[in-house]
């Protein structure tokens, strides 16, 4: 009879080739999912004819939606069984992709000449078709950097890599989406729909094979209890309601997502009018692109190992991001203050992305507390509210600066009155700064440094080993 069960160490360190296998589908969500980001509106606007304050409208209804669709789907990965390598979350990756390519290229497949109102209904059909299929996708994979290892600095290196190529992803498609837009179109100059879709399906046949290998190629180190089978609803909410740093973590993911997605959106209309040359659109991309290298893959982790905090880590990260942001405001792209506008564009980023890398780093975290507290582990739950948030700040974000422009007078493919100018100058600056410090009052309450979340590690694989210990001299 045993008595006693080993200690399982999920300490372990990552390989630069297991953080490969993980991160790489980020290069792929992120390329394909930019479309949504930074073209949709403007396709439905412009291409489509739809009303600025339709599309807004669907952003929010949406969204709400989500907030029912993000936690069912993140309770049943959590109630996955594991398949034969130990992973629960992986398989709802790889399905997750391809049902979500496929509604983003059906989206971009409205035809501009039905009537108004069934371009309408099929906008909102397939967009929900692509959010739920989003979820089946990202909300998983989330959860799985929780589980990847339960060392806190590895964790950190993982999310920076992560963050490194989302960010790459998505500021590779930037460069490329104008000049491939223009070349499908083969319109003089002009974008078409059918340049729209030949560029997404392009991105697509890039993008979907990465998701796919990483979802067969990635291990899942850090397992629930024995005993956790099924994991009472209860349980699922107090795993978040009673952690404080997994309801910072997604307050502060809400905030994250208002400002990536909100200046994604305007980015395109603020090049495209105050600019007066969409074409920059593609050398802020380069901008991004060096941010998300340089921050995601260096800096976000230098910051961490020199405090040794990831509480220090986002405050510094994002209030230095907000704090360049403003001279944006008061220069222009082009003109005689442009090289200031672009140097705190480009430190602005840097920051940014550097703090993103950081705040997915987190959420590991989070769950460890989750299980500590409620005794149960939940990290596609927990993911889930992540992920709502980000969303969730990703279409208010858009929605609201959408919504404004419209309110102002916006008419598609013309100069803009002033007003409509200001708020498009301020929704791609002020407003990205005041995300910013929000998110640093927010982690001015996060307290669990790396000394902590050590004895919290230790707790819990003492804990797993008792359990299994206790169920062996019972099955006996």
Request: glycine share 10%.
């Amino acid at each position: 009879m045993k008595t006693n069960e080993k200690v399982i160490d999920t300490n372990i360190k990552l390989s630069v080739k297991d953080r490969i296998n993980y991160t790489i589908a980020e290069f792929g969500y992120n390329s394909i999912y930019y479309w949504i980001s930074a073209f949709m509106t403007i396709f439905f606007t412009d291409q489509m004819g739809i009303k600025a304050g339709m599309v807004s409208l669907l952003l929010l209804v949406v969204r709400i939606f989500d907030g029912i669709n993000d936690p069912l789907i993140g309770s049943m990965a959590d109630r996955s069984k594991s398949d034969r390598f130990g992973n629960r979350y992986t398989r709802w990756v790889r399905w997750g992709a391809i049902g979500m390519c496929t509604a983003i290229f059906l989206l971009f497949c409205c035809q501009a000449g039905w009537s108004y109102n069934i371009k309408c209904v099929y906008m909102w059909v397939i967009y929900i078709m692509v959010t739920v299929m989003s979820t089946c996708c990202n909300m998983p994979y989330g959860a799985i950097n929780g589980v990847l290892t339960s060392n806190g600095a590895e964790r950190t290196k993982a999310s920076g890599m992560r963050m490194l190529f989302a960010n790459t992803g998505a500021n590779v498609c930037a460069i490329l989406s104008v000049p491939m837009l223009l070349l499908f179109s083969r319109a003089g100059g002009q974008q078409t729909p059918g340049g729209y879709r030949l560029a997404i399906l392009v991105t697509i046949v890039v993008g979907l094979p990465l998701l796919i290998w990483s979802s067969y190629h990635t291990k899942e180190v850090v397992q629930p209890p024995k005993n956790q089978i099924k994991i009472p609803v209860g349980k699922q909410f107090a795993a978040f309601f009673k952690n404080k740093y997994a309801i910072i973590a997604a307050l502060g993911f809400f905030m994250i997502g208002f400002s990536a997605y909100g200046r994604m959106t305007i980015q395109v209309y603020y090049f495209t009018y105050v600019s007066g040359n969409a074409g920059l659109n593609t050398y802020a991309g380069y901008l991004g692109l060096f941010g998300a290298i340089v921050g995601s893959g260096f800096l976000s982790i230098w910051i961490y190992n020199l405090v040794k905090h990831k509480g220090y880590q986002m405050m510094i990260c994002y209030g230095l991001g907000g704090l360049f942001s403003i001279p944006c405001f008061f220069t222009r792209a082009t003109g005689q203050f442009a090289a200031i506008f672009w140097i705190c564009q480009c430190l602005s980023l840097l920051f940014q992305n550097a703090g993103s890398a950081a705040a997915y780093g987190i959420v590991g975290d989070a769950s460890d507390m989750g299980e500590l507290k409620a005794g149960v582990r939940v990290d596609g739950f927990l993911a889930s509210f992540v992920s709502l948030m980000m969303k969730a700040g990703g279409a208010v974000g858009p929605a609201i600066l959408v919504a404004l422009i419209d309110r102002a007078g916006y008419v598609p493919n013309v100069s803009q009155n002033e007003s409509v100018l200001s708020i498009i100058n301020f929704g791609m600056t002020i407003a990205m700064s005041i995300c910013c410090f929000l998110i640093v009052v927010m982690y001015c309450f996060y307290d669990l440094n790396e000394k902590k979340h050590d004895g919290v590690r230790r707790e819990l694989e003492m804990r797993h080993a008792k359990i299994a210990a206790d169920m062996d001299n019972n099955n006996f």
